[in-house]
């Protein structure tokens, strides 16, 4: 069945088109919403709320973007009506935790790994967010124009810019700019 | 002004994550086949996208479903009892009978009600049994000689005071209704006084 179908009989008050819909976006929802309030508790009730408007609100669905696009725009925005006031967290490791002595220092590909993982961590909020829902969410930058709600050169400059800010992070732990 | 390959350099991202349209990617890799930097950026951006895909997805814990599934059994039924009630009110011959009675009584109602007029003169009040006057005491007229000019007259207060200061009073027998005019009149405290028609 695809989402169409599956949301119009939510529409209809199926509860196993629910569940069903529930089951294939679910994990993408609340890895995001951990990302963005890194509070388990927190992500859990901005869950709740999520899943219980798609299925007030299943209706009202357009078919305009990927329904898992319209969820996330959902939970973004009940977290941010919920949690709006503070800042969304930004991880506390400490800036220097992972300086290593030297620039460009020969590294080996687990820990640049490991490195570049730490790096994505330190990225301001937006820079993060916006780089998960181009790579982990596969949005579209009309999509993710929508759900972040900022015209899509927005959304296009954030994108190149997160990468850049990546590699001053990455410099900034002694790992030459370029070796992303 | 933003050059072309400046914007090319932006649709990288979304090259990679393969949501640009078939123009845009065949622009996209005219672009890659020609400039080195543009490469560099594919590179990069495909070994974030790599970073953040290998990272484990959390579970949501299965409580989670139970909330929801409780909240949304709660809309559900509230629901499906408006549902019920409508189905109910447009399904029962009674009740749509009982409603077309109602609205019936309503017109009847509307149409017949008793309409109180919204003037009149000093003189004309609506009209009941019995023999009444139309009175204006004066300004200074003190409440205890209003009420020793009532006794002796031998009237009662039936309405009033309006907003022009009338009352309407009651007389115990009709046969007194001249002398109680004259005597109003002679007291010195009332402004108006005349037979009320009613």
């Not at chain 2, 994550?17 to 490469?39: I, M, Q, W, Y």
């Not at chain 2, 409508?86 to 009978?97: E, L």
């Not at chain 2, 609506?126 to 009444?132: A, L, T």
Request: aromatic content about 10%.
């Amino acid at each position: 069945m695809n989402e169409l179908e599956i949301i119009k009989r939510i529409a209809g008050k199926d509860e196993n088109a629910f569940r069903e819909l529930y089951e294939g976006t679910s994990k993408k929802v609340y890895h995001y919403l951990l990302g963005m309030l890194k509070d388990p508790r927190k992500a859990e009730d901005i869950m709740v709320d999520t899943f219980t408007e798609v299925w007030k609100c299943a209706g009202k669905f357009r078919g305009d973007s990927k329904v898992s696009t319209w969820i996330i725009g959902i939970a973004r925005h009940l977290a941010l009506k919920e949690f709006g006031k503070k800042k969304p967290v930004t991880n506390s490791i400490e800036n220097h935790l992972y300086s290593l002595p030297a620039k460009n220092v020969a590294i080996d590909s687990f820990l640049r790994t490991e490195l570049l993982r730490k790096a994505m961590e330190k990225l301001s909020f937006s820079h993060r967010e916006i780089l998960e829902l181009v790579f982990f969410h596969e949005m579209s930058y009309r999509e993710i124009s929508d759900v972040l709600d900022i015209p899509i050169n927005t959304v296009k400059t954030r994108v190149y810019y997160a990468k850049e800010n990546l590699k001053q992070i990455l410099e900034n732990m002694g790992i030459g700019r370029d070796d992303i | 002004m933003i050059s072309d390959r400046e914007e090319l350099k932006k649709l990288i991202a979304f090259y990679v994550n393969g949501t640009l349209s078939e123009e845009e990617k065949k622009r996209v890799e005219e672009f890659l086949g020609k400039d080195p930097e543009g490469e560099k950026e594919l590179v990069e951006f495909s070994r974030i996208r790599e970073i953040i895909r290998e990272e484990p997805l959390p579970e949501p814990p299965a409580y989670i479903y139970e909330r929801i599934s409780g909240r949304i059994r709660k809309e559900k039924s509230f629901f499906q009892k408006v549902k019920s009630l409508i189905g109910a009110f447009y399904g029962s011959r009674a009740i749509s009978w009982g409603l077309v009675g109602a609205q019936a009584v309503l017109i009847l109602f509307l149409l017949f009600r008793p309409v109180s007029p919204t003037y009149r003169t000093l003189s004309m009040t609506p009209s009941h049994q019995g023999v009444y006057i139309n009175v204006i005491f004066k300004d200074d007229t003190r409440e205890k000689d209003m009420r020793a000019l009532l006794n002796r007259v031998g009237a009662t207060i039936v309405e009033g005071p309006t907003e022009e200061g009338l009352y309407v009073i009651k007389l115990g027998r009709e046969g007194h209704l001249k002398e109680a005019i004259a005597v109003l009149k002679e007291s010195g405290s009332v402004k108006f006084v005349a037979r009320a028609y009613r």
